[in-house]
């Protein structure tokens, strides 16, 4: 279940939102100033915001900039084209004019729930008992976390993206060259057998083959 954050004073717009979107499935977050917005956000992390912008306490553009990696949806009297490029530009997600249209709110806030978990997929690469998140550079196996190096995130990576490929060590220093400047031919080979040690220190599983002459690729066992 999808939980969508209310930030607004006005208690009977506030009211009417939240009987709307628990009829469509949602749990729902309230916070009526800027100030109770903040804490609220401290301590949960809804799945999507309608802040409006007229807020006792902080304003809702100064709340704004407090919001990370979660869409926000402007909900606001304020008409000037102005406001909202520099609200948009900001690091709002959508806006939309008081008085708005329920049905064209819901739809909005569907395509912003989609948007998101379309990138929330594209951040992990899982394979296996592997999974790499591609934003904090994390890498779990079996659920256990296991700390890894910018370049061999960067080989490990690469392999995972072609699990069924041998890659030769000439295509793979050339790949990761950019990120991991300071990965040579010479010292490559160092390099996996960290990474290899480090994976099997924690599974058990060696999950990287060598194919001697070419190079590389994943070895993932099936579960």
Request: glycine letters at 8%; charged letters at 35%.
């Given at each position: 279940m999808n939980t969508i954050a209310i930030i607004d004073d006005d208690i009977p717009i506030g009211d009417m939102l939240t009987?709307?979107?628990a009829?469509?499935?949602?749990?729902?977050?309230?916070?009526y100033s800027g100030t109770e917005a903040l804490y609220l956000l401290t301590q949960k992390k809804p799945d999507l915001v309608l802040l409006d912008l007229m807020l006792p306490g902080l304003s809702?553009?100064?709340v704004l900039p407090y919001i990370h990696n979660i869409p926000v949806i402007v909900l606001s009297a304020k008409i000037d084209v102005e406001?909202?490029?520099n609200l948009l530009l900001g690091g709002a997600s959508d806006y939309m004019t008081k008085p708005f249209d329920i049905k064209e709110l819901l739809a909005r806030i569907t395509v912003q729930l989609r948007k998101n978990e379309i990138q929330?997929?594209?951040q992990s690469l899982s394979i296996g008992d592997l999974s790499l998140d591609t934003m904090s550079l994390a890498l779990t196996i079996k659920g256990q976390a296991v700390k890894l190096t910018r370049t061999e995130y960067a080989i490990l990576k690469l392999l995972m993206e072609n699990p069924r490929q041998v890659i030769a060590k000439s295509v793979l220093l050339d790949r990761i060259s950019l990120d991991t400047p300071?990965?040579?031919e010479r010292s490559l080979k160092q390099h996996?057998?960290?990474?290899?040690?480090?994976?099997?220190?924690?599974?058990?599983t060696d999950y990287i083959e060598t194919v001697w002459g070419i190079g590389f690729k994943l070895a993932v066992q099936k579960s």
């Open positions: 009987e709307i979107l009829q469509e499935g949602y749990a729902v977050l309230r916070a809702g553009e100064e406001d909202k490029v929330a997929e594209s300071d990965c040579t996996i057998s960290n990474l290899r040690k480090k994976m099997q220190d924690v599974s058990g």
